[in-house]
């Protein structure tokens, strides 16, 4: 995990926040082998203050499976990716709703 996103959930956490991910009765859908279970995980991501620093982990690694930053990347296809990336280098900090 890099170190963004670390420093990010240690924050939410210090100020005694959660990401939606970290709900215990939903958290499954972000890995979920359901669609559909992925796309309301997908929605839960909106307005999660470490979105950013997330999807970033989930491009950097080259995740294959789950929920990163508001993004399915299960099986996404490379120039999807490829452009998801682009767009994601683009939107400044503030901008976390352009990467959708
Ligand atoms: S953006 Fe990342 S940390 Fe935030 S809820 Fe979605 S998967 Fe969890």
Same mark, same amino acid.
């Given at each position: 995990?890099? +170190?963004? !996103?670390?420093?990010?959930? @240690? +924050? ?6 959660? =990401? =939606?991910?970290? %709900?215990? %009765? ?7 082998? &359901?669609? %559909? ?11 999660? =203050? ?5 999807? &970033? ?9 789950? @929920? ?8 996404? =296809?490379?120039?999807?990716? +490829?452009? !998801? ?8 900090? %503030? &901008? ?5």
């Amino acid at each position: 995990m890099n +170190s963004e !996103l670390i420093l990010r959930l @240690v +924050s939410l956490a210090a100020a005694g926040h959660r =990401p =939606p991910c970290g %709900d215990p %009765d939903t958290s499954g859908y972000w890995t979920s082998e &359901d669609p %559909d279970e992925r796309a309301l995980a997908q929605r839960r991501c909106r307005g999660c =203050p470490a979105l950013r620093e997330c999807l &970033d982990e989930g491009l950097t690694t080259k995740a294959t499976h789950g @929920v990163w930053g508001g993004h399915d990347l299960t099986n996404m =296809p490379k120039a999807t990716r +490829s452009r !998801l990336r682009a767009k994601h280098l683009a939107a400044t900090t %503030d &901008d976390a709703e352009a990467l959708f």
